[in-house]
């Protein structure tokens, strides 16, 4: 049986680590651990706990090898909005801000000036929205902050907790790719996209591919790691790329759904497709694992029930995410839709409740009169959310005919939800592991370690270790109904 590995998984609610072993041919899940990855407010602003998350790794690792041994090899994937920026002596200047911060309020309208905002998309392949990377690094160039004059390394959020365990200071293709930084396709830094907006060419590091080295844990405090001997790996760094590698995608034009804190809903391709219809609907193209490519876009999801709860738990309901399909399936359906895209629903200060009710006041839709309605319209909301976006999709791509979406990610502990996204598309639900990106990291480690040596073997590794379910699709008019209703108040614009 192999050593110990094991998965850090930071996204934008908790952290989840997972030990696991490699044992003929499937990934042998051991023990998990998880902490909550919350933002740090002050009066000014909101930063990313990069404290936090390294001690809870630490411990992580610690609790985890305690009974297990030994961690032989460590990968961190990470959402894409996050970063920090070193100082010349490798120094970190200033807690890092975190993607919600309101510092970006505006900020497009900024980099118009500069850029419009279409020829920044066919620059890039990305559409521009104030959350990504790109766009906070362009406000520091407004502010002329300490790290756009000083810095000499910008680094991606998973590269940065990498380099605080290894010292090694480089960025990961995929993650890279999603910031908004690369050139469509992900060959390099998008040097003429950074002059333009003069972002100093000088802080961004090497590339470097997953499943590289990126060296030796250097903290050897660390309870569990057996002294100098845990290997650290540059994972798919990006945790939706990440997802994808332990998901069976069986061609190039399957489609597939990452159900987590965010939603991301989309294709893999054979290349970037930049084109006008992505541009009107909001498409973003990422550079996936093996010279892959993931035509997609991106939505709030647990996001907005995760903060329901939070503002029901404040009055004393003793819910959790465990709760969610029960409560959906306790609710009445078909009341109202939300437009999950809707820029409201990523607020991090609003109480979603209240934004929730006032939404469908302001859209002249009834109201929810409990918890379990406002959990259905929810479920509802997103399913039909993937719906539009299957529609626009394939207005992008020009490719039809699939007959099934893949999905993966912590949304899939909910059946209800699939059976919805299953009838609403149309398309039959292939779901896989509900700790995706966790199971992705692990492989990228053993593709380091040479234990699995193509995307073939990688693909057996997968069948053999995620348990798929299927939720067949059952023709169910009132989708379309749902649809055309909020087309005709004007919430999916064609």
């Known amino acids: 049986m192999g050593g110990v590995r094991v998965a850090v998984d930071v996204g934008a609610g908790s952290v989840k680590m997972l030990a696991a072993r490699f044992d003929d041919g499937r990934i042998v899940p051991l023990r998990t651990f998880e902490f909550p990855d919350k933002p740090l407010r002050t009066r000014e602003s909101l930063r990313i706990d990069l404290p936090g998350i390294l001690e809870g790794i630490k411990k992580g690792i610690a609790g985890l090898t305690a009974e297990t041994g030994a961690c032989e090899s460590l990968g961190i994937d990470t959402y894409g909005n996050g970063y920090g920026v070193l100082d010349r002596e490798g120094k970190l200047i200033g807690v890092p801000y975190h993607y919600r911060d309101g510092r970006t309020e505006g900020i497009l309208e900024r980099m118009a000036d500069r850029i419009p905002p279409e020829e920044l998309f066919r620059e890039t392949g990305i559409y521009p929205v104030r959350s990504r990377v790109l766009m906070?690094?362009?406000?520091?160039?407004?502010?002329?902050?300490?790290?756009?004059?000083?810095?000499?390394?910008?680094?991606?959020?998973?590269?940065?907790?990498?380099?605080?365990?290894?010292?090694?200071?480089?960025?990961?293709?995929?993650?890279?790719?999603?910031?908004?930084?690369?050139?469509?396709?992900?060959?390099?830094?998008?040097?003429?996209?950074?002059?333009?907006?003069?972002?100093?060419?000088?802080?961004?590091?090497?590339?470097?591919?997953?499943?590289?080295?990126?060296?030796?844990?250097?903290?050897?405090?660390?309870?569990?790691?057996?002294?100098?001997?845990?290997?650290?790996?540059?994972?798919?760094?990006?945790?939706?790329?990440?997802?994808?590698?332990?998901?069976?995608?069986?061609?190039?034009?399957?489609?597939?759904?990452?159900?987590?804190?965010?939603?991301?809903?989309?294709?893999?391709?054979?290349?970037?497709?930049?084109?006008?219809?992505?541009?009107?609907?909001?498409?973003?193209?990422?550079?996936?694992?093996?010279?892959?490519?993931?035509?997609?876009?991106?939505?709030?999801?647990?996001?907005?029930?995760?903060?329901?709860?939070?503002?029901?738990?404040?009055?004393?309901?003793?819910?959790?995410?465990?709760?969610?399909?029960?409560?959906?399936?306790?609710?009445?359906?078909?009341?109202?839709?939300?437009?999950?895209?809707?820029?409201?629903?990523?607020?991090?200060?609003?109480?979603?409740?209240?934004?929730?009710?006032?939404?469908?006041?302001?859209?002249?839709?009834?109201?929810?009169?409990?918890?379990?309605?406002?959990?259905?319209?929810?479920?509802?909301?997103?399913?039909?959310?993937?719906?539009?976006?299957?529609?626009?999709?394939?207005?992008?791509?020009?490719?039809?005919?699939?007959?099934?979406?893949?999905?993966?990610?912590?949304?899939?502990?909910?059946?209800?939800?699939?059976?919805?996204?299953a009838d609403a598309t149309g398309l039959d639900v292939l779901a896989g592991s509900p700790i995706a990106s966790a199971m992705g990291n692990l492989l990228a480690q053993l593709y380091g370690a040479g234990e699995l040596a193509t995307p073939a073997e990688i693909q057996e590794a997968v069948s053999a270790s995620c348990e798929l379910r299927l939720y067949a699709c059952r023709r169910d008019g009132r989708w379309d109904e749902a649809l055309g209703r909020m087309k005709r108040i004007g919430l999916f614009a064609e």
């Open 136 to 421: 906070q690094l362009y406000s520091e160039v407004v502010e002329s902050s300490r790290a756009m004059r000083e810095g000499a390394t910008f680094l991606p959020l998973a590269n940065l907790l990498t380099y605080f365990l290894t010292g090694e200071k480089a960025a990961e293709r995929t993650i890279a790719s999603v910031c908004g930084l690369l050139e469509v396709g992900g060959e390099g830094w998008n040097e003429a996209v950074m002059e333009r907006l003069s972002i100093p060419d000088r802080i961004f590091p090497r590339i470097v591919d997953g499943g590289s080295v990126a060296g030796k844990l250097a903290d050897e405090g660390i309870l569990g790691t057996g002294r100098g001997q845990t290997t650290v790996v540059n994972v798919f760094a990006h945790d939706t790329e990440s997802a994808l590698l332990a998901t069976s995608l069986p061609d190039r034009d399957a489609l597939f759904a990452s159900l987590g804190t965010s939603i991301i809903f989309g294709a893999r391709t054979k290349t970037p497709v930049v084109n006008r219809e992505g541009y009107v609907y909001h498409f973003k193209n990422m550079t996936g694992a093996f010279g892959t490519n993931s035509l997609c876009k991106d939505f709030p999801g647990f996001w907005i029930a995760n903060r329901c709860l939070e503002s029901w738990n404040r009055e004393g309901a003793g819910l959790g995410r465990g709760d969610l399909n029960r409560l959906a399936g306790d609710g009445k359906g078909n009341i109202a839709f939300l437009d999950v895209s809707d820029p409201i629903f990523r607020s991090d200060e609003a109480d979603m409740v209240q934004t929730i009710l006032g939404y469908c006041e302001r859209t002249g839709q009834p109201r929810l009169g409990s918890k379990s309605e406002i959990v259905r319209c929810l479920f509802e909301s997103i399913a039909l959310q993937i719906k539009w976006s299957l529609e626009c999709l394939r207005k992008v791509s020009g490719v039809s005919g699939q007959t099934r979406i893949a999905v993966m990610n912590g949304g899939t502990r909910n059946p209800l939800l699939l059976q919805m996204i």
